[in-house]
């Protein structure tokens, strides 16, 4: 099993064959390109992760990510990073298991609905499919928040680690 730590968050991948922490300076150099936090790489599918946590205790400028929220600015941030990501794992031939973009957005505060709703402007905003393309380019996009995380992925999946242990 593969445990990650991002944030105030340890995230398992027990089935996963691989993780690859994506956002990663020292593996893209000086490159501009945005980039999901993790890619977790199972036989049949891969696993676009990427993770939000204005709940996280320390966190700086909750507002300000508010805003981000509200305007439509952190969808276009995360479809870029979808984009960007996918980029590059063509060009290292790495584009021939479905995609499941995952973005976990821990903020407790956030009505259900809401969700929902940006949800459907990052499937709009990437595109999922184009009537040009033989294949879409994910198999899914979903954003969750804590609790929608685990009963997908299970209870013991995601711990915040400020609450010590599960």
Same mark, same amino acid.
């Given at each position: ?13 027990? !089935? ?5 922490? &994506? ?6 150099? +000086?490159? *501009?390109? /945005?980039? $999901?936090?993790?890619?977790? !790489? ?5 696993? &676009? ?6 709940? +996280?205790? *320390?966190? /700086?400028? $909750? ?104």
């Amino acid at each position: 099993m593969t445990t990650v730590q991002e944030y105030d968050l340890e995230i398992a991948f027990p !089935e996963a064959n691989a993780v690859i922490h &994506f956002d990663n300076s020292a593996y893209h150099g +000086n490159s *501009t390109m /945005q980039r $999901v936090d993790y890619i977790a !790489e199972y036989g049949d599918r891969s696993l &676009f992760v990427e993770i939000k946590d204005p709940d +996280n205790p *320390t966190a /700086q400028n $909750v507002p300000a990510f508010e805003q981000k929220l509200n305007s439509g600015k952190l969808v276009q941030s995360l479809s870029g990073k979808f984009r960007d990501t996918l980029f590059f794992r063509s060009i290292q031939g790495k584009d021939d298991q479905r995609v499941v973009y995952v973005v976990l957005l821990s903020m407790k505060k956030l009505e259900a609905a809401l969700l929902l709703a940006k949800q459907d402007e990052l499937k709009k905003s990437i595109p999922i499919r184009h009537v040009d393309w033989v294949r879409d380019c994910a198999a899914s996009c979903i954003i969750l928040n804590i609790e929608q995380w685990k009963k997908r992925f299970g209870d013991q999946s995601i711990r915040r680690i400020s609450e010590g242990v599960v």
